[in-house]
T-cell receptor, first 111, second 114 residues
Framework: SQQGEEDPQALSIQEGENATMNCSYK?????LQWYRQNSGRGLVHLIL?????REKHSGRLRVTLDTSKKSSSLLITASRAADTASYFC???????????FGTGTQLKVEL | GAGVSQTPSNKVTEKGKYVELRCDPI?????LYWYRQSLGQGPEFLIY????????DSGLPNDRFFAVRPEGSVSTLKIQRTERGDSAVYLC????????????FGPGTRLLVL
């Protein structure tokens, strides 16, 4: 079963704009990870944020985590057409690193 | 270095047939995971191996599904008496150590059961 949900389900923006995706989950976690998926195939790991962290940056990516609200957000700044993909959050509750994925946000960046 | 590889990339079979899906993890990774992703959904956990043993198989949907990793490297996911509902993309991932490391995913095997 899915642990959480991403919001929005789909997002369409112009190149150069920022894209924000949100993720909510249901149970306590060890860490939360964001992945990108192109064309419904392999997932690419973007960033991991641990339960004791509140914000993390990697290049044009910024992730926040609010464990009290059981939510996370992914911000992509200065988006590019190549950022077009589906984005998933995945939670790790610990004890083996089994990941539980959300339902995903489909991002389309138009030229 | 080489990433996770999966074969075949696509598999079409008939209802009731047996299929095997193969995963080659990144060399040296001790943990290996199988996930299944249906259209429009996020991946769902099936099973994970730490070395040769299945440490958690709680995600396998029923006893038609079985996976092995006899030498602690390559893994095979086996599906008996396939059903149309088994159609999905089957993803494999590996990590250096279970529980602390990023999982690296392969490109997946798209299974279609007619």
């Amino acid at each position: 079963s899915q642990q959480g949900e991403e919001d929005p389900q789909a997002l369409s923006i112009q190149e150069g704009e920022n894209a924000t995706m949100n993720c909510s989950y249901k149970t306590s976690i060890n860490n939360l990870q964001w992945y990108r998926q192109n064309s419904g195939r392999g997932l690419v790991h973007l960033i991991l944020i641990r339960s004791n962290e509140r914000e993390k940056h990697s290049g044009r990516l910024r992730v926040t985590l609010d464990t009290s609200k059981k939510s996370s957000s992914l911000l992509i700044t200065a988006s590019r057409a190549a950022d077009t993909a589906s984005y998933f959050c995945a939670t790790d509750k610990g004890g083996g690193n089994k990941l539980t994925f959300g339902t995903g946000t489909q991002l389309k960046v138009e030229l | 270095g080489a990433g996770v590889s999966q074969t075949p990339s696509n598999k079409v079979t008939e209802k009731g047939k047996y299929v095997e899906l193969r995963c080659d993890p990144i060399s040296g990774h001790t943990a290996l995971y199988w996930y299944r992703q249906s259209l429009g959904q996020g991946p769902e956990f099936l099973i994970y191996f730490q070395g040769t043993g299945a440490a958690d198989d709680s995600g396998l949907p029923n006893d038609r599904f079985f996976a092995v990793r006899p030498e602690g490297s390559v893994s095979t996911l086996k599906i008996q008496r396939t059903e149309r509902g088994d159609s999905a993309v089957y993803l494999c991932a590996s990590s250096q150590v279970a529980g602390r490391e990023t999982q690296y995913f392969g490109p997946g095997t798209r299974l279609l059961v007619l």
